[in-house]
């Protein structure tokens, strides 16, 4: 029974673009060549190129290539220049979910220099985030996307969409061992130091930016709720500890937090699992009574989801397959499948009947091309955006019921750090009214959390329209954005951009005026 479940988890938790059958057509790919390499201290060094892909604003810059601590963490990144002024712009730090999305999601279908159209040609985005900051996109954790521990050869089997081992190898994999980073504790330092070795490196990467001064803001989507707030204060414990003496390093410059569509919480959000479907924006009802019944009960009744969460919160957290991933079962599949399963609508917006319009299964045949592979450095095939070996380990610590993740973002309100939540209004799998619990249960220093949650509500607007609502005070912002399912940045691409910038610029979000 807990394999069925687990099984629909891996289903149910990961977010992106279905494969295509024009996969490893290229065959096995060339290992690369001509790469320049920064050597840094303990072994650790960056390999990349300058790809000249996707950001076409004349002269500006991108980088590409790997991050690598030793022989088994290497870590694909790619650095966009900021389009106007580099040297004075911040660097953010862009993080998809999953477990085990691509952070190349948010950046082809959301927030970077281009998108990927059905011909597979780059397409300008004018409303990139680079247009505000210099963006690095990292694949974590390890074995997401082009990142790897070790290589491997094999055959990859279209139909069934997995790798096996095979006398006569058709593409090259990442060798992934699930439970090396199963945890968002376990990422968390591994992306320390992968940064660590990023600012290390700068100088010589892209020698205008300051490294030692830059403002470095950290933003998310969708489980990136986990990783981001966990990264923050594990950051900043880093930071205290160079200052300190007790380590050494760069210590950053950390600046504003962002969540998009996070989830943070899983005991309040999973609640909204049963509640949404028939308390929504859009007054829809997507199941019936029924069902509606039947998931609120799998979530309040004794050894229900909340008691299974409760029990992982007391658990012994390194016991794999113990409480935690027992919780997850629960609260994915009986609570959240009841929409999943008898709704007809998509979980990423609830306004579509599936089978939803998507968007174009291109990202994966664009990435999978012998000429973008050398061009970015890279000599893997892309064969997912989401990799659910990633997310089994994941899925087996149970990291989705842990309770840290709250008190987490509590701890970094509590430096004085401006977070910005913010959710579409018509997402069901990270909706906003899970959200908004969220942020009205959190306590944080010097009574701050009554400032925000005293806050009017603000229309949130956008070139003289109201595009959605604002909820800011106290170092928070709550932000519904209208018409918007999961991927703000896909939906609504100009209302995420300003966002953005008005927050990283240190404007008020609603309107962009003096914060």
């Not at 490893?24 to 050597?39: N, R, Y």
């Not at 008898?342 to 291109?362: A, E, I, L």
Request: proline share 5%; hydrophobic share 35%.
């Amino acid at each position: 029974m807990l394999f069925f479940w687990l099984m629909t988890l891996l289903l149910l938790f990961t977010f992106g673009v279905p494969d295509s059958t024009r996969l490893l057509d290229q065959g096995i790919p060339e290992e690369p060549s001509d790469l320049k390499v920064v050597k840094l201290p303990k072994g650790a060094e960056i390999r990349y190129r300058e790809p000249g892909l996707c950001e076409t604003t004349p002269g500006v810059k991108s980088y590409s290539g790997y991050i690598s601590l030793n022989a088994t963490t290497n870590m694909f990144f790619w650095f966009f220049e900021a389009r106007t002024n580099p040297q004075d712009a911040p660097i953010t730090v862009w993080l998809n979910g999953g477990p085990g999305a691509d952070s190349l999601l948010g950046l082809f279908q959301g927030n970077g220099p281009c998108s990927i159209d059905k011909e597979l040609n780059e397409v300008y985005n004018k409303n990139s985030w680079n247009n505000h900051s210099n963006m690095l996109y990292l694949s974590q954790p390890l074995g997401v996307g082009f990142s790897y521990q070790k290589k491997k050869l094999g055959c990859y089997d279209k139909e069934a969409k997995k790798w096996r081992d095979c006398p006569h190898p058709n593409g090259r994999r990442a060798d992934i061992d699930p439970y090396a980073y199963d945890t968002t504790e376990k990422a968390a330092v591994t992306a320390w130091e992968v940064v660590q070795a990023f600012f290390a490196g700068l100088p010589q990467l892209s020698p205008s930016i300051p490294k030692d001064d830059v403002e470095f803001h950290m933003w998310g989507e969708s489980y990136a709720g986990h990783y981001s707030t966990l990264f923050y204060r594990y950051f900043h414990e880093q930071n205290l500890a160079i200052a300190n003496g007790t380590a050494k390093g760069t210590r950053l410059n950390l600046g504003t937090l962002g969540i998009m569509s996070g989830l943070i919480d899983a005991k309040i959000q999973s609640k909204w699992y049963y509640e949404f479907p028939v308390n929504n924006t859009y007054g829809i009802k997507a199941v019936n009574d029924t069902i509606y019944t039947f998931t609120k009960q799998a979530y309040e009744f004794p050894n229900g989801c909340r008691d299974a969460i409760e029990a992982c919160e007391q658990a012994d957290r390194s016991d794999q397959h113990g409480r935690c991933s027992s919780a997850l079962s629960i609260c994915r599949g009986l609570v959240r499948g009841g929409y999943e399963s008898f709704s007809g609508r998509s979980v990423y917006d609830m306004r579509c009947q599936t089978p939803c319009p998507d968007r174009p299964p291109t990202l994966i045949p664009y990435l999978n091309r012998a000429r973008i592979q050398r061009a970015l450095g890279v000599d893997l095939n892309y064969t997912t955006a989401e990799n659910s070996i990633v997310a089994r380990g994941f899925g087996d610590s149970g990291d989705f019921a842990y309770p840290d993740f709250r008190a987490a973002l509590e701890d970094v309100l509590g430096y004085g750090t401006r977070v910005v939540l913010v959710h579409g209004d018509a997402d069901f799998t990270c909706n906003w009214r899970g959200g908004d619990e969220v942020a009205r249960s959190l306590r944080w220093g010097g009574g701050k959390e009554g400032l925000f949650r005293a806050a009017r509500e603000d229309e949130l607007v956008v070139n003289g329209r109201a595009r959605g609502a604002v909820w800011e005070g106290g170092g928070l912002a709550f932000v519904r954005v209208d018409a918007s399912g999961h991927q703000v940045s896909y939906f609504q691409p100009e209302v995420a951009q300003t966002v953005f910038a008005r927050c990283v610029a240190a404007q008020r979000v609603s309107d962009g005026g003096k914060s």
